[in-house]
């Protein structure tokens, strides 16, 4: 049966070709009465969804910019499949009416399938789709970065939206169009800074200024790799989508083509004016090493034809960690690597040496055979602020050493009684941070502990705690009502006493004792509800409101006013309650209010994993489809463009979690529980992955739980993260082992 969703954009077609009479091209003389009642909707309905969808086309043009005019518009696209659709529809018809003489031309919408409609109607948007893409590809292989954007715009997307939830329907296969925009729209930002880094370095080479030109040059050389793994992204995209769809896609590959032999000739050129190959040659004379006994090794830097790189400043990158050497006259230097979070099970490290931004000398990899022995660090020192209340800033300062000698580059979480408040680093055996204080931590004497959660790693996992004063911090609640006959409309605000808006915060509303209803604030505090059929008949009534959370940091709050004649018909008065007449009701909130923050702790975290884990009809899971992936990954950029950092970081764990978990086998887990599952398992990721999954699962956790603003900043990088973790494991699965990725941290 053909959806309603299905039925709408048959409709569309038809309101185009209605659209495209009545503008007098001429052409085509079908109205929208001429057309066949859509299979699947009644002819009310039918009628409903014709004016709907002619509103919704008129609302959706726009003019073409004029940096676009050479892009297809999507207009013309559905008047021509219009023309195309309707014929294959008549035609059909009229061979069962020959062959059977039994389908009438008006048949029963509910007793007719109309799949051969939604297979046109498929394949009809795969086509605009996939030529948008080939016209994209053409243009920016021009160079016309603009014009190839245009090509990928709001109109791309709704064609890609609609083509996704068609193609759901029917059962096909995953849709790929979705990525193919974003990989391409990457390509486009890539190869446009590549042109601007490109002319900066002829200027450069036609000022005479050799750094500076070897300097763009560098960057050329990385920009080059870029683009040509995402042009072997792309053009795998495109071959799977020419599969599905009749759309020709083989102008876009010969675009992908001529784009990357461009860079590849300007690479060789680049780098035989530029730069000199190099080779590196690395030994040690003890594999084992640990952070107490690390690995002592000697290099080797030459040119490809034996001449030493003599007297050059390099970085080393090593696992996690950036070192900073120094060739003598023989082009040898000597190198100390105390491992940190290198994986126990660690066999081989890969060593790269990469002279300054302006050598003429090109970076080269060596690796070197290892056996590492696990070390235990402690936290000598730790100080933290002593007292702070809800919104004030926590403050902290610690060491962590391993016998005296610190420890760099690890990452430090941060919790207080249980509530993560984030991570920080330290540095050559330091490190400091500042937190707000979350209201989400009951007042009173509390241990904040700082950890390194480490598992069979170089370094064992250590913690250490201190104890601080959490302090109690007073509300203020005020309500007013309007009264309309037996109807009362309550409106109030929850505040801090200093003023501060206290959002998402539940209040029992009561009437003479009995709670008629649950009110939440917004995010500035505010409330309402309309409490029906209040009858005041019988004299007056007390209306109350109050806010109460065990869990929390902020003190309990009640007010009231009365309903009936003698009292004021607009507002209400706000009294403040002593402390000790609620002592009874405090002492079983809290009871029960602790009772359920633990729950409620553990079970939101779980329903927020399960937002992105659909189940099964069966009460089975199924296997993670790629498409949901890419789904995740999308909402999660979208997310990051409208500013929704919270979203953006839960879509993307959301990505990572159903990637490093196809098969939903710890669904049930929680996100640490889940990462400390990952990380017992040897063969899970390797030690990279592993520890871009703690820095995601620290970063889901703030966003879930913690009040405080996401920087948008910090919501990209995590987000980069999950589309790099995604990448690797999907490419892993596949066969493929990420070329010119370092597995070794």
Excluded at 63 to 73: G, K
Aim: glycine share 8%; with cysteine; aromatic share 6%.
């Amino acid at each position: 049966m053909v959806t309603a969703r299905g039925a709408s954009l048959v409709c569309v077609l038809a309101v185009a070709v209605a659209v495209a009479t009545v503008a007098g091209s001429g052409f085509v003389t079908a109205t929208a009465s001429d057309v066949t009642a859509t299979p699947g909707t009644s002819g009310e309905q039918s009628e409903s969804a014709l004016l709907e969808t002619e509103s919704a086309l008129l609302e959706t043009e726009s003019p073409v910019p004029e940096t676009t005019a050479n892009a297809p518009s999507s207009t013309d696209g559905l008047l021509l499949a219009s023309t195309a659709l309707i014929g294959q529809q008549s035609l059909q018809e009229e061979t069962e009416d020959d062959a059977e003489n039994e389908t009438p031309r008006h048949q029963n919408p509910d007793e007719y399938d109309g799949g051969g409609d939604q297979d046109g109607l498929q394949q009809w948007l795969g086509d605009r789709l996939a030529d948008r893409l080939a016209g994209s590809t053409i243009a920016l292989s021009d160079g016309q970065y603009d014009l190839a954007r245009s090509y990928l715009d709001d109109e791309y997307r709704d064609l890609a939206g609609q083509y996704v939830e068609v193609a759901d329907e029917e059962d096909d296969e995953p849709n790929g169009f979705e990525t193919a925009q974003e990989e391409q729209a990457e390509l486009i930002d890539t190869l446009e800074e590549y042109d601007e880094v490109r002319e900066a370095y002829e200027q450069a080479q036609a000022a005479g200024d050799e750094r500076e030109a070897r300097q763009h040059a560098r960057r050329l050389l990385e920009l080059g790799i870029e683009i040509e793994a995402l042009v072997e992204d792309i053009d795998d995209q495109h071959t799977e989508l020419d599969e599905e769809t009749d759309g020709n896609l083989g102008d876009s590959r010969d675009g992908l083509d001529s784009v990357t032999q461009d860079v590849q000739a300007d690479r060789i050129e680049i780098r035989s004016e530029q730069f000199v190959e190099t080779t590196l040659e690395l030994s040690s004379a003890d594999e084992t090493i640990s952070f107490l006994d690390p690995l002592s090794a000697t290099g080797e830097l030459r040119t490809v034809n034996g001449s030493p790189v003599a007297n050059e400043p390099v970085r080393l990158e090593i696992g996690n960690q950036t070192l900073h050497a120094e060739t003598d006259s023989d082009g040898t230097f000597d190198i100390e690597y105390r491992p940190t979070a290198l994986p126990l099970e660690t066999t081989e490290i890969a060593v790269e040496a990469a002279p300054a931004n302006e050598s003429i000398y090109l970076e080269s990899e060596a690796t070197v055979d290892v056996s590492i022995e696990q070390t235990e660090p402690t936290i000598p020192e730790l100080r933290a602020t002593q007292s702070a209340a809800y919104g004030e800033t926590l403050s902290l300062e610690g060491t962590i050493s391993v016998e005296a000698i610190p420890v760099d580059a690890v990452p430090i979480a941060v919790t207080l009684e249980g509530e993560w408040l984030g991570t920080v680093t330290a540095e050559n055996g330091s490190f400091e941070g500042e937190f707000s204080m979350p209201r989400a931590v009951p007042a009173g004497n509390h241990d904040l502990e700082v950890a390194l959660a480490f598992d069979d790693r170089a370094l064992a996992s250590t913690r250490e705690t201190t104890e601080i004063t959490v302090r109690e911090t007073e509300t203020a609640l005020s309500i007013d009502k309007t009264v309309e006959g037996d109807d009362a409309h309550l409106t109030g605000t929850l505040e801090t006493v200093d003023g501060e808006a206290v959002e998402n915060q539940s209040l029992t509303v009561e009437i003479d004792g009995s709670t008629v209803a649950s009110v939440s604030t917004d995010g500035d505090g505010h409330f309402e509800e309309t409490l029906e059929g209040v009858s005041t008949t019988d004299g007056e009534r007390t209306l109350s409101v109050t806010y109460e959370d065990a869990g929390s940091n902020l003190a309990d709050s009640h007010a009231e006013l009365t309903l009936g004649t003698t009292g004021s018909p607009s507002s209400g008065t706000l009294v403040d309650v002593p402390t000790w007449a609620w002592g009874g009701l405090f002492l079983t909130a809290a009871i029960v209010g602790g009772w359920w923050y633990r729950r409620e702790r553990r079970t939101a975290t779980n329903r927020s994993v399960d937002a992105f884990t659909p189940t099964s009809t069966h009460g089975q899971e199924p296997p993670t489809d790629p498409r949901l992936i890419s789904l995740l990954l999308s909402q999660a950029s979208d997310a990051l463009t409208e500013g929704r950092s919270v979203d953006a970081i839960q879509f993307s764990y959301g990505a990572v979690r159903r990637t490093v978990d196809p098969g939903l086998e710890a669904r049930d887990r929680t996100h640490w529980e889940f990462f400390e599952q990952v990380s017992s398992e040897p063969t899970a990721l390797d030690a990279d992955e592993l520890s871009l999954l703690y820095d995601l699962t620290a970063g889901y956790e703030r966003a879930t739980f913690d009040t405080e603003p996401i920087e948008q900043q910090r919501a990209q990088s995590l987000f980069e993260m999950a589309t790099r973790l995604c990448n690797r494991v999907s490419s892993r699965a596949n066969g493929f082992d990420g070329d010119g990725i370092d597995q070794q941290h």
